[in-house]
């Protein structure tokens, strides 16, 4: 499906899409930066600027970080659930977790 959205009208307008991502389309580069120019607008905690951002476009290093990413243990499922009281926190509406979860699977 072509929105035929310019990339900065859909960062900007748009919360989550992860969902609809073609990820066998390859991204030029320079929309990539474009998307961490306007990321870096988004306002953080406390102002503190912690992001890192790595562009990773060749297919066995980005497989490998895939493992990574997945054996992280910042990464739940069902197997390492979120502590209770991240969970209280996070299911201010019932089911927010199940879809935010389902987004982080299918990436």
């Known amino acids: 499906m072509n929105l ?3 990339s ?3 960062l900007s307008t ?11 389309r390859p991204v030029p580069r320079a929309v990539l930066e474009e998307c961490v120019d306007l ?3 988004a306002p953080t905690g406390r102002n503190r ?3 890192h951002f790595v562009i990773v476009t ?7 970080l895939a493992d990574l990413w997945r054996a992280s243990p910042g ?3 069902a197997h390492q659930p979120l502590p209770a009281r991240d969970m209280l ?9 199940k879809r935010v979860y389902t987004g982080v699977e299918h990436l």
């Open 4 to 6: 035929g959205l310019a």
């Open 75 to 77: 990464v739940p499922d």
């Open 39 to 41: 990321a870096v607008q």
């Open 8 to 10: 900065d009208t859909l």
């Open 14 to 24: 748009t919360r989550a899409v992860r969902h609809r991502l073609d990820l066998t």
């Open 49 to 51: 600027q912690r992001w």
């Open 89 to 97: 926190r996070a299911e201010v509406v019932p089911g927010v977790m």
């Open 58 to 64: 060749d297919p066995a290093s980005r497989a490998v």
